[in-house]
């Protein structure tokens, strides 16, 4: 399948007062038509900067990402602002988690929406109007023509995110970035979310990029998933590989920290410590001092990334690698 | 067995609220008539949707939010009937944990101080030193040193904060323990230590945990019994394995069939709820689930089911059974 979205190396450096700090290291996935990938990891991991990098959101001054983001082919880290708007909404839309933050409070919905509408799709006055109605009702809100006189406030968590979802749609992206959508929501809200994200996609053929850190959440929806450990993907695969056979001892780790639904546990697996800050990741392993597998050569020389079969690709010393290309090797 | 150590009976809070100006006011119904046993040493879970009640029934069950209507009876002692300074020296017995640590951390105080407060309050008996010497021992309890204690709170981390909130409720050696929604803010790596350091610390001091959560794999884990909440009601009730194998009320059922299971092999029939929990101000007649009821039949609209022993020590609300 020939890819939709193509990131290859993509980092992130932040500019703070203790200097240039780099959140997101050699980032690189692709994702065909239809298809979901999940990006998993714990507060701190980069995700979400890797999807704000993606959208060219990050403020210009504080934050310095290369690398390349490809779209159908077009590069898109080297547009000039005013086209990228083009791409931006138009073919890549996002959401985020807490969409009262990202809807304007002063504003009626109806007004959020055909102003996208507009912008966007050069539809004008009734016939904005009308597709802003049809969209909401697709994102299975019945009562639409009141919707659109009510203000964000007047909503609850899992209407604001449909509405949310109706303006990502309006201009039907080819990719739709959604950050942790239903990590504000109620389980049986999160069900709903989740049931029209999946309904969408079938229906107007949408990618997705969906960022989470809730395991339960990846295997119903994902496709592949990468996972993301301080700033770096760490393992990569199709979703029934990483929950049967994950490499990675994060990954493991990840997994069994979860409680299970079905079984009485006496006790719960537990990663030791916490994520470090970028200042604290070392020369070697970012997990190693966290790592139930630590070897020596994990304090001192950074993980190669071996991969198994085509799908599945680890960062890990347990593994050997296929390439040691490393500055501190001093070969 | 001996006596339960919380009785809460028929518990009630009743907010008034302006309808307009020449009518007379509604009630929102937050507790509308909640009655729960608490055996000593065991972990009862309550769970429900936002605006179910689970916050406000811990904190009205602890008196920082004065019920309506109702009894808590706290080792055979009715507290709704005692003065603020009887109410203030029993504190030392319940204590709460928050869902978001650092908005309960006073960022002005170094953790040590934090510690220090509950003990200068209610043993002011004791000296500077041995002060030090019970919050560094509480610290090392919870898995942190007393170096710690010269921290404050925006220099931890969300999981060390945590720690701190767990260590601020037990240094008094309390023997019940309300924990509201203690794990929700932090990642699944930190989770699973804190939920087995509360673990340990149960054993331990032997404590009484009501612990309130949205999430049901956690509950799952944690409690022995897990009371399901409604719009103020409780529609169910039991212990836990059996509550999870074999759900009583179409409530329970539809919030076990939502929670997204980390298995990408496993398909299952979810039962997906049409709407939203409705506003507690205009709480649906008969049966309060009835509008978004998978199940519901005639009588459920004017109704109200009671709470019913279905099977051995499970009960639930509704008109099915």
């Known amino acids: 399948m020939k890819p939709l979205l193509e990131v290859s190396h993509l980092s992130t450096d932040f500019h703070t007062s203790a200097g240039k700090v780099r959140v997101v290291e050699n980032v690189s996935f692709t994702l065909a038509a239809g298809q979901t990938l999940g990006i998993v990891g714990e507060s701190g991991s980069g995700k979400s900067v890797t999807s704000l990098s993606v959208m060219r959101l990050l403020p210009k001054k504080r934050a310095v990402v290369q690398g390349s983001i490809k779209l159908h082919g077009t590069e898109l880290s080297t547009l000039k602002d005013k086209e990228l708007r083009k791409v931006r909404g138009n073919k890549i839309a996002m959401i985020f988690q807490e969409p009262m933050t990202a809807l304007n409070p002063v504003f009626k919905i109806g007004n959020q929406l055909q102003e996208a509408i507009i912008q966007h799709t050069g539809k004008r006055g009734k016939q904005a109007r009308e597709l802003a109605i049809q969209l909401l009702k697709d994102v299975g809100i019945s009562a639409a023509q009141q919707m659109m006189l009510s203000y964000p406030h007047q909503l609850s968590g899992g209407m604001r995110q449909r509405v949310m979802i109706a303006m990502a749609m309006s201009c039907d992206p080819e990719v739709l970035i959604a950050d942790e959508p239903t990590t504000a929501l109620d389980v049986t809200i999160q069900a709903q979310i989740l049931d029209l994200m999946k309904e969408l996609q079938r229906k107007r053929g949408t990618a997705i990029v969906l960022i989470t850190h809730d395991l339960g959440v990846v295997a119903e929806m994902c496709d592949k998933v990468a996972v993301m450990y301080a700033g770096q993907i760490v393992e990569e695969a199709d979703v029934k590989t990483l929950f049967q056979s994950p490499k990675h001892p994060y990954t493991k780790g990840l997994l069994q920290s979860h409680p299970q639904l079905s079984d009485d546990q006496q006790r719960l697996f537990s990663i030791a410590g916490q994520v470090p800050t970028p200042a604290h990741y070392g020369d070697g392993c970012r997990f190693a001092s966290r790592c139930s597998s630590r070897m020596d050569i994990c304090d001192k020389i950074p993980p190669a990334v071996t991969s198994f079969g085509d799908s599945q690709h680890s960062r890990c010393h347990l593994y050997g690698g296929e390439a040691h290309v490393s500055a501190h090797t001093g070969s | ?321």
Not at chain 2, 2 to 11: C, G, H, M
């Open chain 2, 1 to 321: 067995m001996s006596a339960p150590i919380l009785e809460v009976k028929n518990l009630q809070k009743h907010y008034p609220y302006k309808k307009g100006l020449f009518q007379k006011p509604g009630l929102t119904k937050a507790l509308d008539g909640v009655s729960l046993t608490i055996e000593r040493g065991e972990t009862v879970a309550i769970v429900g949707e936002s605006g179910s009640g689970k916050t406000t029934l811990g904190k009205t069950l602890l008196r920082l939010i004065e019920p309506t209507g109702g009894e808590v009876h706290f080792k055979g002692r009715d507290i709704t009937e005692l003065s603020a300074e009887q109410m203030r020296k029993l504190k030392a017995d319940m204590q709460i944990v928050f869902q978001d640590p650092y908005g309960s951390l006073d960022p002005k105080w170094t953790i040590g101080r934090t510690l220090e407060e509950p003990l200068r309050t209610h043993r002011s008996h004791l000296s500077g030193a041995a002060l030090k010497q019970e919050v560094n021992a509480m610290l090392e309890r919870v898995g942190l040193q007393p170096h710690h204690g010269e921290r404050y709170p925006h220099e931890l981390s969300g999981g060390q904060r945590q720690r701190i909130g767990i260590a601020r409720a037990l240094i008094l050696q309390p023997e019940l323990v309300v924990l509201d929604e203690p794990v929700s803010a932090l990642d699944v790596s930190i989770q699973s230590q804190i939920l087995n350091l509360m673990q340990d610390l149960q054993t331990e001091m032997g404590l009484t945990y009501l612990f309130i959560s949205h999430d049901l794999s956690v509950v799952r884990f944690i409690s022995n019994r897990v009371a399901v909440m409604y719009l103020g009601k409780v529609v169910e009730i039991g212990e836990t394995k059996e509550v999870f194998n074999n759900p009583l009320h179409p409530y329970t059922e539809a919030l076990i069939s939502a929670i997204p299971v980390p298995n990408p092999n496993l398909k299952r029939e979810r039962i997906v709820l049409a709407g939203d929990i409705p506003s507690p101000r205009n709480q649906p007649s008969g049966c309060a689930f009835h509008t978004r009821c998978p199940k519901a039949m005639a009588q459920c609209k004017t109704l109200q089911p009671d709470l019913k022993e279905i099977g051995s020590k499970h009960y639930a609300a509704c008109h099915l059974f």
